[in-house]
């Protein structure tokens, strides 16, 4: 798969298939994603891939922690806005109610959202999970840094015919996480990501929210090499 198919057809995919990955394929995609550029190459990345009964037992034990003791649970770091304003709230609103419509939820039904929410703590039944640490030390670059590696995953993924979702839904509950993997506070949980092989026939996985324009977020200046 050449680059710009990977990037134009990646999508969070939230409906997997039972079907397992071997673990030479997760290795490919990890290897792959490794050379991920960092500052100074000091690749701030640690992986924890789960699968079977560990995977499994950190989905239950986040699952109950959803639904008896959500007050409890916090992130480690500020992922959204305080305040959320134009043009940001909108593109917010679309996507999550672009999801919600193409699902068959209807506006004010918690109990179908909360459902939905909660369907991240399976990895969307997905049977490879990995959760992304870092070490709290770290500055603002090294954060910057993962991105681009959580990226190359993603991508490298693609190219092996598998499907990934980041997830970010995970850090909330890092403490039950950390506590399961035996990670020490010094490593913060930054995401999860779901990794196997899509649903074709779920219609979940037909969502793609819109993009913008390269004209919508590009500014040129000086003169270009012309049309």
């Excluded at 993603?154 to 506590?179: K, V, Y």
């Amino acid at each position: 798969m050449d680059v710009d198919t990977a990037l134009r057809t990646r999508g969070s995919t939230r409906a997997f298939l039972p079907r397992p990955v071997a673990r030479a394929s997760v290795e490919a995609v990890l290897a792959a994603a490794r050379f991920a550029p960092s500052g100074s190459n000091i690749q701030p990345w640690q992986v924890h891939v789960v699968e079977g009964a560990v995977r499994d037992g950190i989905c239950q034990a986040v699952l109950e922690a959803a639904v008896t003791a959500p007050e409890r649970q916090f992130w480690p770091y500020q992922y959204y806005p305080s305040v959320w304003r134009e043009p940001y709230l909108a593109r917010r609103r679309a996507c999550g109610w672009g999801l919600y419509t193409l699902l068959g939820i209807a506006r004010g039904d918690r109990a179908a959202m909360q459902a939905q929410e909660r369907r991240n703590y399976t990895f969307f039944d997905a049977p490879v999970g990995l959760f992304f640490f870092i070490d709290t030390d770290l500055g603002p670059g090294s954060w910057l840094d993962y991105g681009m590696f959580l990226q190359s995953i993603m991508l490298a993924a693609s190219a092996h015919g598998l499907a990934t979702c980041p997830q970010a839904a995970w850090a909330p509950f890092h403490q039950i996480i950390r506590e399961r993997l035996a990670v020490p506070d010094s490593k913060m949980l930054i995401c999860g990501m779901g990794l196997g092989y899509a649903d074709p026939a779920a219609p979940v996985n037909r969502f793609r929210p819109d993009r913008l324009a390269v004209g919508e977020f590009t500014a040129w200046h000086g003169d270009g090499a012309g049309p």
